[in-house]
C-alpha cells in the first residue's frame, strides 16, 4: 500500500508518467523496480506470482505466454498490493453504498429492480475504473487529476442515488440527463487514460489493436451515455380549465430511457474484459486484481453488518422487549454474514490460476455482489418483521380481550381500547416519527364508536350503528399499524390513484396485506438471493480450485454447495401454497433456514474423510 509513498520519495511527480517498466525510461519517472516493490519487473520474470514462486508441480509450466517476446510485448508496471488511491477510492463506492441502502426502501418489485439497477451502475462504473487501474496506473499528475474526475463521478451516484426511482413517474428528469452526462465524462476520462497508455506502448505492435479496440468501446459507450441525455421526457406543465399551462407545475412522466444505461455499462464491461481475454498481452497476469475483488467483497460484507445493526437499533428505539425468537433472528442474521465471509475467503487463492479464468471469475463478482447486497438487506429487513409479528401478535391479543368485554357504557369501551393502542404503540413512537395523523385518525375512530354505542341494543338490529363501530374499529387498527410499522422505519408503497379519485376510509384488512405483500416480498429475494450466493461462490471457487484440489472431494465439495444454493432458491416455492407460507412467515424460521444451509456448506467445505489405510 505504501509503495508509491516510497517511489515519490526518490522522484519528483511528473505530469505524465509511463505505465511500462523499462530500464532507462525517465517520461514518467519509473525506472526498474525491484521484484520485492513489484511482480513481473520484466517479461522473462513471469513465472513469479506476486514475489513468490509458484509451488511445484511437475506438470506446469510457469506462466508460458506466447505472446512476451522480448521486442514484441510491453513489460506493465504492477503494484503488489492496492495502492492508496485505489482505497480511496473504494471509500466513495461504500459511502455510496451506504447512503443508497439507507435512503431506498425496498417495498416492492419497482424498487426492487431500482435498487439493482442502482448497485448495477455503481458496481460497473468501479470495475471499469478499477481494471484500468490494476492493469497501467502510474503516479502523476495526470493520473491524479483523473482520479479526481472519478470521485466526482461517485459524488454524482450520490446526488441521484435518493432521487432513484427510474420506473416511476417524474416531474423533472433534470437530475437524470445531469446524470447521463457525469457517465459519459467518466467513459471520456478513462479512453484518455487508455489513450495515454497507447502513446507509451505504441512501438509495442502486439499492444496497439486491444487498445484500440478498448478506447473505442470506450469512447462508444461515452458517446451512447451522452446521446441519451435528449431522450429523457421534456417537463410539461399542468394545463388550467382553458388549456393555458400553469406556472411552476410539471405532470409526472414514465420513461425506459434508464434501460439503456444498463446495457451500455454491461455491454462495455464484457468488451473490454472479452478483449483482454482474447489478446492477453493486456490481460490481468501479474496484477493485485484478486486483492481488488476480495476487498470489495469485503466491503460489501461489512456494509451488511451495518444495515443489521441498523435494523437492532430500529427495534431498540422502540424500547421492545427481547424475546428468545428476536435475539435468535439477530444472532442468525450476523452468522450468515460470517458464513459468506467463510465461504468466499476459504476458497481465495492468490496465486495466478489462468488469465482466461481471472478475467471471467473477476466479471462474475458483479452478481456475486448484487446478491449479497440483496440477501444482506432482506435479512435485516426481516429482523424487523420477526420483532413485528411479536409486536402485533401482543396487540391483537389483548383488543381481542377487549371486544370480549361486556362493557356497560360505551366509555368504557373505548378507554379500554384507546389505553390498548397506546400501551403497545404510540407510547413507545421514536423521536423523528410523525404520528399525529394517526393519532387523530385513532381519536376520531374512538369518537365514532361512542357516538354509535349507544344505538345498539341486545339484537344488534341497528345494522346501521354497527357498520359505525366496526368502521371505527377498522381505523383504529389501521392507524395503530401503521404507526408500529412507521416505528420500525417500513412502509407500503402509496397505492396509485386515478385523477379525481376520492380517497378512500382506511380498511384494516387491506393495511395488513399490504405490509405482508412487503415481507412477503423480502423472504422471496433474500431465499433467491442467499441460493444464488452459494451457487456463485461455488462457480468462482470451481474457476480458482488449485490443480492439487482437482480431485473428487474437491469437486464433490463444490457440487454439494451448488446443491445447497439451488434447494434455497427452491424454498420460494412455497408461496404457491398461501397457507403454508403464511405458517412459515409468522414463524421464526425464515432467518435461521438460510443460516443453518450456510453452516452446512462452511462444514463440508472443511470437513475431510478418513484415509484408507494402504496395507
Known amino acids: 500500500m505504501g509503495h508509491e509513498e516510497h517511489h515519490h520519495e526518490e522522484k519528483p511527480l511528473t505530469f505524465f508518467a509511463s505505465p511500462l517498466v523499462e530500464p532507462g525510461h525517465e517520461h514518467g519517472g519509473h525506472e526498474k523496480h525491484a521484484p520485492e516493490s513489484h511482480t513481473y519487473a520484466s517479461a522473462h520474470s513471469s513465472d513469479i506470482e506476486e514475489g513468490k514462486p509458484k509451488a511445484a508441480d511437475p506438470n506446469h509450466v510457469p506462466f508460458q505466454n506466447s505472446d512476451c517476446e522480448v521486442h514484441d510485448s510491453p513489460a506493465f508496471h504492477r503494484h503488489a498490493e492496492a495502492t492508496t488511491a485505489e482505497l480511496f477510492y473504494d471509500l466513495f ?85 445531469a446524470f447521463g452526462l457525469i457517465l459519459m ?71 425506459s430511457v434508464y434501460i439503456a444505461w444498463y446495457v451500455i455499462a454491461i455491454m462495455e464491461t464484457i468488451l473490454t474484459v472479452g478483449v483482454s481475454m482474447v489478446m492477453r498481452v493486456i490481460s490481468f497476469k501479474g496484477t493485485h486484481m484478486v486483492q481488488r475483488m476480495s476487498l470489495l467483497t469485503l466491503i460489501i460484507l461489512g456494509e451488511g453488518i ?70 444482506l438487506q432482506g435479512v435485516s429487513i426481516l429482523v424487523i418483521w ?9 396487540l391483537l391479543t389483548d383488543v381481542n380481550f377487549v371486544l370480549d368485554q361486556n362493557f356497560t357504557t360505551a366509555e368504557e369501551y373505548v378507554v379500554a381500547l384507546n389505553e390498548t393502542v397506546w400501551g403497545h404503540v404510540f407510547y413507545y413512537v421514536p423521536k423523528g416519527v410523525d404520528a399525529t395523523k394517526e393519532i387523530k385518525a385513532v381519536d376520531d375512530a374512538l369518537y365514532s364508536i361512542v357516538d354509535a354505542f349507544n344505538y345498539i341494543d341486545e339484537e344488534g338490529t341497528n345494522q346501521t350503528a354497527v357498520a359505525q363501530i366496526t368502521d371505527g374499529a377498522n381505523e383504529l387498527l389501521s392507524a395503530t399499524f401503521k404507526t408500529l410499522f412507521d416505528s420500525l422505519s417500513v412502509s407500503v408503497p402509496k397505492p396509485k390513484k386515478k385523477a379525481g379519485e376520492p380517497a378512500k376510509a382506511a380498511n384494516f384488512q387491506d393495511v395488513a396485506n399490504g405490509y ?57 416455492l412455497i408461496q404457491y401454497n398461501e397457507n403454508n407460507l403464511a405458517s412459515y412467515m409468522a414463524s421464526a424460521w425464515m432467518i435461521p433456514t438460510v443460516c443453518i444451509v450456510m453452516f452446512i456448506c462452511v462444514i463440508v467445505n472443511h470437513v475431510r474423510l478418513p484415509k484408507r489405510k494402504v496395507h
Open 93 to 177: 463506492f461504500v459511502a455510496n453504498l451506504t447512503t443508497f441502502t439507507s435512503n431506498l426502501e425496498i417495498n416492492d418489485r419497482d424498487s426492487l429492480t431500482a435498487y439493482i439497477g442502482f448497485f448495477a451502475l455503481l458496481w460497473l462504473t468501479w470495475y471499469q475504473v478499477s481494471l484500468y487501474d490494476v492493469r497501467f496506473s502510474a503516479d502523476s499528475v495526470f493520473e491524479r487529476i483523473a482520479k479526481g474526475i472519478h470521485f466526482g463521478v461517485m459524488v454524482g451516484f450520490a446526488v441521484i442515488g435518493p432521487q432513484w426511482k427510474p420506473s416511476q413517474e417524474v416531474d423533472d428528469y433534470k437530475i437524470y440527463k
Open 185 to 255: 465524462v467518466s467513459r471520456i476520462t478513462l479512453a484518455l487514460q487508455y489513450s495515454l497508455t497507447l502513446f507509451y506502448s505504441k512501438k509495442y505492435k502486439k499492444t496497439v489493436l486491444p487498445l484500440l479496440l478498448v478506447i473505442g468501446s470506450t469512447l462508444t459507450a461515452a458517446i451512447l451515455y451522452g446521446a441519451l441525455t435528449p431522450a429523457f421526457p421534456k417537463t410539461k406543465p399542468m394545463l388550467d380549465e382553458d388549456g393555458q399551462p400553469i406556472p411552476d407545475t410539471a405532470i409526472g412522466q414514465k420513461s
Open 306 to 375: 451495518i444495515v443489521v445493526c441498523k435494523s437492532i437499533s430500529k427495534i431498540v428505539k422502540n424500547e421492545y422487549l427481547w424475546t428468545a425468537p428476536v435475539v435468535g433472528q439477530v444472532i442468525a442474521s450476523i452468522l450468515i454474514i460470517y458464513f459468506l465471509y467463510m465461504s468466499y475467503f476459504d476458497r481465495l487463492h492468490e496465486e495466478h490460476f489462468g488469465s482466461i479464468k481471472q478475467q471471467l471469475w473477476s466479471f462474475l463478482h458483479f452478481p456475486l455482489h448484487t446478491v449479497f447486497v440483496l440477501v
Open 386 to 394: 420477526r420483532q413485528a409479528v411479536e409486536a402485533i401478535d401482543g
Open 516 to 572: 405482508y405483500a412487503v415481507f412477503h416480498l423480502v423472504v422471496y429475494y433474500v431465499f433467491i438471493a442467499g441460493g444464488l450466493a452459494l451457487l456463485l461462490n461455488a462457480i468462482l471457487g470451481l474457476l480458482s480450485l488449485p490443480s492439487h484440489k482437482r480431485n473428487l472431494s474437491g469437486y464433490l465439495r463444490l457440487a454439494i454447495n451448488a446443491a445447497a444454493g439451488v434447494s434455497l432458491c427452491l424454498v420460494t
